[in-house]
């Protein structure tokens, strides 16, 4: 069974910060990597940042000087910290995992909300 568990979503003035936490399981697996993707009503579903556990981390552009996505002390678990946030920031922020013996299949949390607005 596969639970996927965001937090940290909120509603935050321009400029603020806010921190985004993921923790993953499946069966007795360990996590490949995870990542956040947005998706705003009539747009595709984008990724923000990945990280691969052991290895290298990747942001979208628009991510990059602002926002950082690292793991967590606790096990399969990652965090992401999202400052200087503007309004085109706003959306709703999806968790993915990929578990050593099945990479090629993502699994999803249910998203958490992040509203910029003054």
């Known amino acids: 069974q596969v639970q996927i568990v965001e937090s940290g979503g909120g509603l935050v003035q321009p400029g603020g910060s806010l921190r985004l936490s993921c923790a993953a399981s499946?069966?007795?697996?360990?996590?490949?990597?995870m990542g956040w993707y947005r998706q705003t009503p009539g747009k595709q579903r984008e990724l923000v940042a990945d990280?691969?556990?052991?290895?290298?981390?990747n942001y979208a552009d628009s991510a990059k000087g602002r926002f950082t996505i690292s793991r967590d002390s606790a096990e399969n678990s990652i965090n992401l910290q999202m400052n200087n946030l503007k309004p085109e920031d706003t959306s709703v922020y999806y968790c993915?995992?990929?578990?050593?013996?099945?990479?090629?299949?993502?699994?999803w949390g249910q998203g958490t909300q992040v509203t910029v607005s003054s």
């Open positions: 990280i691969v556990f052991g290895g290298s981390t």
């Open positions: 499946k069966d007795n697996l360990s996590v490949w990597s």
């Open positions: 993915r995992a990929r578990f050593f013996g099945s990479i090629n299949t993502m699994h």
